[in-house]
């Protein structure tokens, strides 16, 4: 079991540019959720999918900011037009998806945005 | 407005002593409590979760839940360098589909 894998481990990108962050569930998993890391903020939740269907979106910012599970191997988070305050680590975790179970967070994507 | 909050912000302990986290919520909706550690370069790792009011211990910790103040604590005995970590509690609720609302974290550090 290799865990939940996040892709790239660290991003740069210029202002205005686009970035894009894969996270690839742990097998069987039916929940998938984003979350973001930042010293002054915290952790903060983002969005999740159950059975790939978008459940709960109340933490992305309303623009720039989509996340997408086209199949339930993987799930990108995709952040347009990028500036320096979206700088942070993304979290990508998994769980079974029954009840209060267990969230298993991948390393996270280090973003940087000069 | 925070809705967990967390103490100390950081603490030390010798090797082999005791530490002792606090979260208090200010949500009533919360049912369930995660304490979740995360080392440098990795993601949140959970240690334990709990719902009852009581004690749970799972080896070296201890995790306390008071639901009438909603305060729950975790205390790890017998600290080791190892368990130095940034140290989170984070509750849920079932109608908001158990995504996870964290404190602010505390640091630990155990001197050898």
């Known amino acids: 079991n290799a865990g939940v894998i996040q892709t790239p481990r660290h991003k740069v990108t210029g202002k205005g540019q686009e970035a894009t962050l894969w996270c690839e569930p742990i097998?069987?998993?039916?929940?998938v959720f984003w979350y973001r890391q930042t010293i002054v903020q915290g952790l903060e939740f983002l969005t999740y999918?159950?059975?790939?269907?978008?459940?709960?979106d109340s933490g992305m910012p309303k623009e720039r900011f989509s996340a997408q599970m086209p199949n339930q191997s993987h799930s990108t988070l995709k952040i347009q037009s990028t500036q320096p305050q979206d700088s942070a680590v993304y979290l990508c975790?998994?769980?079974?998806?029954?009840?209060?179970?267990?969230?298993?967070f991948g390393p996270g994507t280090r973003l940087t945005v000069l | 407005q925070q809705k967990v909050q967390q103490s100390p912000e950081s603490l030390s302990v010798p090797e082999g002593g005791m530490a002792s986290f606090n979260c208090t919520s200010s949500?009533?909706?919360?049912?369930y409590f995660w304490w979740y550690r995360q080392h440098s370069g990795e993601g949140p790792k959970a240690l334990m979760?709990?719902?009852?009011?009581g004690d749970k211990k799972e080896g070296r910790f201890t995790a306390h839940l008071n639901k009438a103040s909603l305060h729950v604590s975790l205390h790890i005995r017998d600290s080791q360098p190892s368990d130095s970590a940034l140290y989170f509690c984070?509750?849920?609720?079932?109608?908001?589909?158990?995504?996870?609302?964290f404190g602010t974290g505390t640091s630990l550090l155990v001197d050898p």
């Open positions: 975790a998994s769980s079974s998806g029954t009840g209060n179970a267990e969230q298993f």
């Open positions: 097998s069987g998993h039916s929940a």
């Open positions: 999918f159950r059975n790939q269907a978008p459940i709960d």
């Open positions: 949500d009533r909706n919360f049912q």
């Open positions: 979760s709990i719902f009852s009011d």
């Open positions: 984070a509750a849920s609720e079932p109608d908001m589909g158990y995504k996870l609302t």
